[in-house]
C-alpha cells in the first residue's frame, strides 16, 4: 500500500519559517516527480513546488518563489520543504503528492496520482 506521509506543519507567526518532511512507502518515487500543493479554505488547489526524480529539476509557485525550497533525498524516500519568510497567505493545508509515470516531470496539480493526508500550515500576523 502507497504511503505518503507529511509532517512539521504548525503555527508560526509572519516570517517565520518551517519545514515540511514527506516520507514515502510501500513503493519507490526514485523515478517520480514529487510535489508539495496547498489549499486553502475557498481556494483551489495549488502547486507549490516540484522537484524532479534525481533533484536536478525544480518548480515554484510564484507566490512562494526566493522563500520556498523543495529538495529529496531518494535513499531516504523523503521529501521536504523548507519554507522561510512565511506570510498569513500561506496559511493552507500542505499536502505531499506523487506523479506516478517515471521520468517525467510534472507542474500540474492534476498530474499527481498519490497523495498524503495533509498537514496544517497556519502563519499569524
Known amino acids: 500500500q502507497v504511503q505518503l506521509v507529511e509532517s512539521g506543519g504548525g503555527l508560526v507567526q509572519a516570517g517565520g519559517s518551517l519545514r515540511l518532511s514527506c516520507a514515502a512507502s510501500?513503493?519507490?518515487?526514485?523515478?517520480?516527480?514529487m510535489g508539495w500543493l496547498r489549499q486553502a479554505p475557498g481556494k483551489e488547489r495549488e502547486l507549490v513546488a516540484a522537484i524532479s526524480w534525481s533533484g536536478s529539476r525544480t518548480s515554484y509557485a510564484d507566490s512562494v518563489k526566493g522563500r520556498f525550497t523543495i529538495s529529496r533525498d531518494n535513499v531516504k524516500a523523503t521529501v521536504y520543504l523548507q519554507m522561510n519568510s512565511l506570510k498569513p497567505e500561506d496559511t493552507a493545508v500542505y499536502y505531499c503528492?506523487?506523479?506516478?509515470?517515471?521520468?517525467?516531470?510534472?507542474?500540474?496539480?492534476?498530474?499527481?496520482?498519490?497523495w498524503g493526508q495533509g498537514t496544517q500550515v497556519t502563519v499569524s500576523s
Open positions: 510501500g513503493r519507490t518515487f526514485s523515478t517520480n516527480t
Open positions: 503528492a506523487a506523479y506516478s509515470a517515471s521520468w517525467r516531470f510534472a507542474t500540474r496539480p492534476e498530474d499527481y496520482d498519490y
